[in-house]
């Protein structure tokens, strides 16, 4: 099944892409989206899985709560609060929560 991860920005992006050993499509929303919006982005992608990887604050959570409510089926992972963006995120702790959603990852830039 292919894979498309959800994230807020491109410095989101630029931070996990080279983590990833896999054919995988990283979508930004660019901030907070309407349902609309999200539909838009992610309607070509039902039926695959969803993976939801925000950043842990106000606008990440908001994004969250409306993926959940209009594509209940995608599956969400956490950073830590302490974190709080996911391109603040140390590269190690990435790695594991990309594992952790079943994401093949480059075992080389993980050790960095």
């Known amino acids: 099944m292919d894979k ?3 994230v807020e920005g491109i410095s ?9 050993a896999e054919s ?3 979508l930004c929303t660019n901030g907070t989206v309407s349902a609309t ?8 992608f039902e039926g695959q899985d969803i993976i939801v990887l925000v950043d842990a604050d106000k606008s990440g959570e ?3 709560k409306l993926v959940k409510r209009e594509f209940p089926e995608a599956r969400h992972f956490y950073i ?6 996911v391109a603040t995120t140390p590269l190690r702790i990435l790695t594991d929560v990309l594992i952790a959603a ?11």
């Open 62 to 64: 908001k994004l969250r």
């Open 24 to 26: 995988v499509t990283i």
């Open 102 to 112: 079943n994401v093949r990852v480059n075992n080389l830039l993980a050790e960095g």
């Open 80 to 85: 830590d609060r302490s974190y709080k963006e």
């Open 12 to 20: 989101d992006k630029n931070r996990i892409a080279p983590l990833i």
């Open 4 to 6: 498309v991860i959800v």
């Open 37 to 44: 919006r999200l539909e838009e982005l992610l309607l070509p």
